[in-house]
């Protein structure tokens, strides 16, 4: 049950990165020689043939043809060169054009594009911008509009937002004129092919080992947990990760916005919202699910993000027998959290007393728990909090562990500890007697965890 405790003398940094993939960077002589081939290949090729192949024939043959061209043509550039031009050629016709070299980078956690020439990415929690280009503003339409029909979706004028999800379930959203004033603008959310698991988050200096124990009894003895934290703060992640810790024998719903939960437990349903259609029908929300998933039998529920009125209906779940649900939230602070999750339950349309909402939300939920990214890029869990019930009109919060801050390093790294605040929690008696002991050291103020 215990995650493996990290080597005694190791520090909790991250480990050693993948390296990351150089993308080709054409020449304009290049760069001439790459759109010459690319539009005689369009005009040779019979794109109708190459929609009945599979992607992996599909690309051997616009790859063999565009070696063949250039031979033809005796462009003078060296193989290498040519290699990457056919490739790029593969990239443009069936695959995202410049991007693809970003979409294959491990170390790339996020692709921004503002306009063609502007293409940034994310790694190791910064952003740097890159040297890839789009051609002009029709290739970078082309490229939007080919993610968004291959999910049944349009954008135009008529409707110049979408949010779509490529075939990894990566999160895309794409916004155009006339709302992005300086051109089309691209947002890709990686999805991580390799699920983190709680040993990662110690030896990345997330939270420690005691922490990491204190929340697998969290989710084995079934409390009620919220996630909170800004965008890009691993709150996905730690619901990944805390999902790890429920049996196996348990059934679980998963509802979803877009799809990003890696669960390898052998019960699980995975749901998905969708939105409407061009006609403005079908569309199927979060709340929906939610109630649809009170009739599946379910043993948990894990929403993937709260956003609206689903919170009523995840709250009256949490109350009636569906307990060790999880679920996350865009906040600040754990305060904050309960304020949103209280604003929420009024969109649901139902006119409840502010005193009514807020202890079904203090019988609801048990555990809240702050991420915060800092400056350095590293995610980290900043506040542990229990839910004790209600003061008058007040909902009571403890906080049991919290991390603090003493400064920055030399390379702008955070310095800082993880600490308990000498609370013992209501919960640990809870733990105890489903057999899951917690040493009370753990919660000694003097004791650096």
Known sequence: MRPAPVRPGASPTAPPAPAAIEPWIPTPQEEEWLRRIHQALLQQLELSRLGLLDEAAARREIREQALRMMTDLSVPLSVHVRQQMAQ??????????????????????????????????????????????????????????RIVTRVGRRIDEASPMVDARLPDGSRVNAIIPPLALDGAMLSIRRFARDRMAIEDFIRIGTLTEPIARVLEGIVRCRLNVLISGGTGSGKTTMLNVMSGFIP???????????????????????????????????????????????????????????????ALDMLQAMNTGHDGSLTTIHANTPRDALSRIENMVAMAGVDLPTKAVRSQIASAIDIVIQLERMEDGRRRLVSLQEIQGMEGDIVTMAEIFRFEREGLDADGNVVGAFVATGLVPHFHDHLRRRGLELDLAMFDPDRKL
Request: hydrophobic share 35%; charged share 30%.
């Open 88 to 145: 790029r050629i593969e990239d443009e016709i069936l695959g995202l054009g410049p991007l693809e070299p970003l979409l294959l980078d491990p170390t790339v956690s996020d692709i921004l594009v503002n306009g063609p020439e502007k293409v940034f990415v994310e790694r190791g929690g910064k952003l740097e911008p890159t040297a890839l280009r789009f051609r002009d503003e029709a290739h970078l339409m082309t490229i939007i509009d």
């Open 248 to 310: 196996a024998n348990e059934r679980i719903l998963t509802i979803e916005d877009s799809a990003e939960l890696q669960l390898r437990q052998p019960h699980v349903g995975r749901m998905e919202t969708r939105p409407a259609n061009i006609e403005g029908r079908g569309n199927v929300t979060q709340r929906d699910l939610v109630r649809n998933a009170l009739r599946m039998r379910p043993d948990r529920i894990i929403v993937g993000e709260v956003r609206g009125g689903e």
